[in-house]
């Protein structure tokens, strides 16, 4: 209601708008040489935001969930202009629901050079164990060394090691350079490369796809690496095959060694296996040393002729270096 000098009175109609959107955390941060990336937009009143712009980026806002009026966290995808450069601070006009004039936000986004990226990896480790690792399975309970090259990690790098699925994960871990410890040792073997060494068992269990990622504090983190697969092998120290027959061409055999509750079957090649007798018999005056007793046919299939294991939940045997 507005009543003029002359007493009149009229009524005028306004429009009442709740406080404007207010963004928080600013500058966000975007890598160049990405072709798009998702900000997390955080503060108060994001659900009024219909449009960002800017001269050197193009955003996409994520929709509103429905019937959230009080939205706190929204996701934004920007692409940057190829005009981007580092170290360069963008600025953006807020387009409001309800409001002609868009608000000006002069520092929305840091602008910052590409992220790390790890570009190849040279494993090594002991041949600790007779019993065959396929292609890109790395032991547990063994001494892995892994040489880490990658680009743009900066000069005071991350590294953070876990599984690809959580469940596997026994212990996530960040190493810088120079940390060494019980579980791992990180160090620098040149300007580009990182020198790991670390029991696998330690992060992940037997499955784990173990991986890597470089963080720079300053510029961001590299994607997932995959270093290998975890795999626990038992170990086999004594292989023997009696006259004992048990059906067939089936003869009573005995393997000595650790783990040996992994082991499934045994046979003569990788295609044909036959189940293990029982389960293992701890030897005497040493809990860790096991016996198993197994079934093999006769004769082997050469003389000298290695065994094969099968490990529980796995179709094909493994070559060990046990022969009769």
Sequence with gaps: MLTQLNGAVEDVPLTVHPPNPKLAGLPLRAN???????????????????????????????????GDDHLQERKATIR?????????????????????????????????????KITDVQTSFPKETNIALEKNEIPAGSAVSFAIQAANMGS???LTLGCSNQSDTRQRITLHPGDNSSTAQLDFAG?????????PGAIGQSG???????????????????????????????????????GGSLYLGTITGQDLQMIEKTGWDANTGY??????TPVGGNPQEQTLKIELPWPPPSPHAP??????????????????
């Design 32 to 66: 160049i040489g990405e072709p798009q990336q998702t900000l997390i937009l955080k503060g108060s009143g994001l659900e009024r935001i219909s449009r960002i712009a800017s001269d050197e980026a193009e955003w996409t806002l994520a929709p509103v969930p429905s």
């Design 80 to 116: 940057l202009s190829p005009k981007a450069h580092a170290n360069e601070i963008l600025s953006a006009s807020l387009y409001v629901e309800g409001i002609r004039q868009p608000l000006r936000i002069p520092d929305i986004v840091h602008v910052v050079g590409p992220r790390p």
């Design 156 to 158: 005071s790098p991350e």
């Design 191 to 199: 300007s580009s490369v990182l020198f790991l060494s670390l029991d």
């Design 208 to 246: 784990c796809l173990l991986n890597a990622v470089i963080t720079d504090p300053e510029i961001g983190s590299s994607d997932p690496y995959v270093l290998g697969r975890v795999t626990r092998l038992p170990r086999i120290s004594r292989f023997t095959l009696s006259d004992q027959k048990i």
């Design 275 to 280: 189940p293990v007798q029982g389960i293992p």
């Design 307 to 324: 065994i094969y294991v099968w490990l529980r939940g796995e179709n094909t045997g493994r070559l060990t270096a046990m022969r009769y």
